[in-house]
């Protein structure tokens, strides 16, 4: 019979095997990463649009604000991973020969 829709474990392997399988934590938390990023920008886009619609932008220091509000703290999160995986890297243990 034809396998259809999405297979529950990878293929090649038994049914029966307890092998651990493998996490790509980078891939994992850089995926974590963009859709926390996105939905902070679009939170404060939304509250932007109400509030210049409401009062609208009374300088253009407020307008100049909204780049560095909208894409200061995605970028700080994505340095702050950076350094931290820089920082666990550091505990690996040294592989012999190499």
Avoid: C
């Amino acid at each position: 019979m034809a396998q259809f829709g999405i297979p529950r474990r990878p293929a090649g392997l038994a049914a029966n095997t307890n092998e651990p399988q493998q996490v790509n934590w980078r891939r994992g938390l850089f995926r974590i990463w963009i859709l926390m990023s996105a939905a902070w920008i679009m939170g404060w886009v939304v509250y932007l649009a109400l509030h210049a619609i409401q009062t609208g932008f009374r300088s253009t220091a407020e307008a100049l604000s909204i780049p560095v509000l909208l894409f200061g703290p995605p970028i700080a999160l994505f340095l702050f991973g950076l350094a931290a995986g820089w920082a666990f890297r550091g505990f690996r243990t040294d592989k012999p020969g190499g």
